[in-house]
């Protein structure tokens, strides 16, 4: 069995997050959503909140699950089985960290192998800071997000 690893903060969960998970979930047995548990990069959402955000919308796929983990992503992955992570690429300038990441990585456990996905084009300018900003100043939420969590993100910002 083939089972990867979709690590993020997911802060919250995006659509173009969902799409590579939807497009992830086509190519391996099971996808694991990993949420980094790290109260240094002070999330908006705690972490139950972000898990409970993207069991609710990816509910409908079998071989998705969604674990919190905190320490080193290399650990997750050895305590998952798992041997695949799986990072979606934006634009350029997500290319130097990731490639960094995936290299370091690499030196930790060499049996692992990071999986990049291009992002869907109508996706590319869609971040969860963009999306947190936004929320901010009461803008349009739609297409940014699964609607289902909309709710969750006005609720935070008492809009
Ligand atoms: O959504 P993000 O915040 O860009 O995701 C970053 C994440 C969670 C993939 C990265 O910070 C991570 O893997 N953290 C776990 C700690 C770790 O393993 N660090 C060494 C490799 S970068």
């Given at each position: 069995?083939?089972?990867?690893?979709?690590?993020?903060?997911?802060?919250?969960?995006?659509?173009?997050?969902?799409?590579?998970?939807?497009?992830?979930?086509?190519?391996?047995?099971?996808?694991?959503?990993?949420?980094?548990?790290?109260?240094?990069?002070?999330?908006?959402?705690?972490v139950?909140?972000?898990?409970?955000?993207?069991?609710?919308?990816?509910?409908?796929?079998?071989?998705?699950?969604?674990?919190?983990?905190?320490?080193?992503?290399?650990?997750?992955?050895?305590?998952?089985?798992?041997?695949?992570?799986i990072?979606?690429?934006?634009?350029?300038?997500?290319?130097?960290?990731?490639?960094?990441m995936?290299?370091?990585?690499?030196?930790?456990?060499?049996?692992?192998?990071?999986?990049?996905?291009?992002?869907?084009?109508?996706?590319?300018?869609?971040?969860?800071?963009?999306?947190?900003?936004?929320?901010?100043?009461?803008?349009?939420?739609?297409?940014?997000?699964?609607?289902?969590?909309?709710?969750?993100?006005?609720?935070?910002?008492?809009?």
């Amino acid at each position: 069995m083939r089972i990867a690893v979709y690590p993020g903060s997911f802060d919250p969960i995006t659509n173009g997050h969902l799409d590579i998970i939807k497009r992830a979930s086509r190519l391996y047995d099971k996808v694991i959503v990993g949420v980094l548990d790290n109260i240094n990069k002070k999330p908006l959402f705690s972490v139950n909140e972000r898990k409970k955000m993207i069991e609710q919308v990816t509910e409908g796929i079998a071989n998705v699950e969604c674990d919190a983990f905190s320490g080193l992503l290399v650990d997750f992955l050895k305590q998952k089985n798992a041997e695949v992570i799986i990072k979606g690429l934006r634009i350029v300038a997500d290319f130097e960290y990731e490639f960094q990441m995936a290299l370091l990585n690499k030196a930790l456990n060499p049996e692992f192998e990071t999986v990049f996905m291009m992002t869907n084009s109508q996706f590319s300018y869609i971040s969860s800071s963009m999306v947190k900003e936004v929320a901010k100043y009461s803008g349009g939420l739609e297409g940014l997000v699964p609607g289902q969590i909309i709710p969750d993100i006005r609720k935070k910002y008492n809009n």
